[in-house]
């Protein structure tokens, strides 16, 4: 069982920068992949940018390609989500999800944080 926490969210203008955190309770932080996903309103809940286990291997979505980058922390136990030249579409609910197989972390994750909100204004 994991539980997550996501933070850092808000509001800034177009082009602006925004830096994502899930910080995750439990011991077996580095055997769960770890990804992010969103939630525009009125849309469905989207995959953005995923990390395996050892932070070796990273995988981004179309929405998340050249402008995010995922890190983690094993030691912090905690996930990162940089989010650069924003755009207002990327205002969405940012989750941090996880999962003990990568391919499970893209597609439905066992685990979800509450969410945080960002807000591109123009």
């Known amino acids: 069982q994991v539980q997550l926490v996501e933070s850092g969210g808000g509001l800034v203008q177009a082009g602006g920068s925004l830096r994502l955190s899930c910080a995750a309770s439990?011991?077996?932080?580095?055997?769960?992949?770890m990804g992010w996903f969103r939630q525009a309103p009125g849309k469905e809940r989207e995959f953005v940018v995923g990390?395996?286990?050892?932070?070796?291997?990273?995988f981004y979505t179309t929405s998340g390609k050249g402008r995010f980058t995922i890190s983690r922390d094993n030691a912090k136990n905690t996930v990162y989500l940089q989010m650069n030249s924003l755009k207002p579409e990327d205002t969405a609910i940012y989750y941090c999800?996880?999962?003990?197989?990568?391919?499970?972390?893209?597609?439905?994750?066992?685990?979800w944080g509450q969410g945080t909100q960002v807000t591109v204004s123009s």
């Open positions: 990390i395996s286990q050892s932070g070796g291997s990273t």
């Open positions: 999800a996880a999962d003990s197989r990568v391919a499970g972390v893209a597609g439905k994750p066992a685990y």
């Open positions: 439990g011991r077996t932080f580095s055997s769960y992949a």
